[in-house]
Nanobody
Framework: QLQASGGGLVQAGGSLRLSCAAS????????LGWYRQTPGKQRELVAA???????NYADSVKGRFTISRDNVENTVYLQMNSLKPEDTAVYYC?????????????WGQGTQVTVSS
């Protein structure tokens, strides 16, 4: 199970950095992704990164969010800049496909991101 952290309350235009630590066996072989969910909506892929560094972003976050991974610390990050109220959601990390079509791990608690206008 992967546990996301780093969420909080921020004003529109602000930034947050989310972190997700994983065991070495999960981290080294898999695509890691950040997902988000708001009440009444399906969980959606925000960004994903392969072990080699190839990335995929949802159109709504391109140019504002950056996913990265630290292969020594077995941690994946999501740097979120120019945040908008519509980015408000619970954010999760998980293993899955680069496209977001498949998720392989169980869902952790997630971390709440709230962007005020």
């Amino acid at each position: 199970q992967l546990q996301a952290s780093g969420g909080g309350l921020v004003q529109a235009g602000g930034s947050l950095r989310l972190s997700c630590a994983a065991s070495g066996s999960i981290f080294s072989l898999n695509v890691l992704g950040w997902y988000r969910q708001t009440p009444g909506k399906q969980r959606e892929l925000v960004a994903a990164i392969t072990s080699g560094g190839t990335t995929n972003y949802a159109d709504s976050v391109k140019g504002r969010f950056t996913i990265s991974r630290d292969n020594v610390e077995n941690t994946v990050y999501l740097q979120m800049n120019s945040l908008k109220p519509e980015d408000t959601a619970v954010y999760y990390c998980n293993t899955g496909s680069l496209s977001g079509s498949y998720v392989y791990g169980s869902w952790g608690q997630g971390t709440q991101v709230t962007v005020s206008s």
